[in-house]
């Protein structure tokens, strides 16, 4: 049987990886791999420097706020080592003297108040008071530190309605010193009602005597190397009783409260 030239050759096949790719052999039987494939990785440079910029602030802030807490620790250790290595007295505010300069006292009805005891027959309707008073005050400062005083204000009263007011203005007062303050209380026709200008009218004209209080806060700071303290107040309360005839002063008493630093 004559050979057949067209004979059917089985197709090559060639080994395969186990991914499936197929190695292509070139000279040498050498293979050549795909190289790895190399993730892409982005860069903020300047987030990066922003949050470290950030942390920085914060720690600057915080030693700051370290350094600032331990001075005013250390300042007020300071005082208070001070204050009780003086210990600071309540200054005294005490009324010395009270001068009468003018009292007058008119009515509804004049004949209500001449001078008599038998003028209180008539009860006047409404009676207005006029007075004008100087009062020196005595301030001693027992420390050895000075004191510093703001502006003092005081009030007179009749059974507790207020007539005037005066102030004195704030000094500063050295240490181990006595020292006079001046003040003036100016009542221009205060005006009474019925009830008490009746009973105004029975004091001035039967007992002639006029009771007035005087009340008043006396604000001081005791300064220590340049700084002050909180606060010493005195209360300042004084019961004085004025004759209308002889325009004068006739009895004084006071009563002063000191509070504490």
Do not use: W
């Not at 007058?104 to 008073?133: E, Q, R, W, Y």
């Not at 400062?141 to 203005?169: C, H, Q």
């Not at 001035?204 to 700071?221: C, M, N, P, Q, T």
């Amino acid at each position: 049987m004559p050979p057949n030239h067209h004979q059917n050759h089985a197709p090559e096949t060639r080994p395969s990886t186990a991914n499936g790719d197929h190695h292509h052999h070139g000279g040498g039987g050498h293979s050549l791999a795909a190289p790895p494939l190399q993730r892409h990785q982005t860069y903020y440079p300047h987030r990066s420097s922003s949050s470290s910029s950030s942390a920085s602030f914060k720690g600057c802030c915080c030693c700051l706020f370290l350094l600032f807490s331990f001075l005013a620790l250390l300042v007020l250790a300071v005082v208070l080592v001070i204050v009780l290595a003086v210990k600071p007295k309540k200054p005294q505010f005490d009324l010395q003297q009270v001068g009468v300069q003018y009292m007058g006292i008119s009515t509804s009805n004049p004949s209500s108040f001449d001078g008599t005891a038998t003028a209180v027959a008539t009860t006047p309707t409404t009676a207005s008071l006029s007075l004008t008073i100087h009062m020196i005050f005595t301030a001693v400062n027992p420390n050895k530190v000075g004191i510093k005083y703001g502006e003092s204000r005081f009030t007179v009263m009749y059974r507790g309605i207020p007539l005037g007011k005066a102030s004195v203005p704030g000094f500063y007062q050295e240490a181990h010193s006595t020292r006079t303050v001046d003040a003036t209380i100016a009542v221009d026709r205060a005006n009474l009602m019925q009830a008490d200008a009746a009973d105004l009218i029975r004091d001035a004209s039967l007992y002639d005597r006029v009771e007035l209080r005087v009340l008043g806060d006396v604000g001081a700071k005791i300064r220590v190397m340049e700084f002050d303290s909180p606060g010493v107040q005195v209360s300042v309360d004084c019961a004085i009783v004025i004759s209308p005839r002889k325009q004068s002063l006739t009895y004084k008493q006071c009563g002063f409260d000191g509070l504490s630093v």
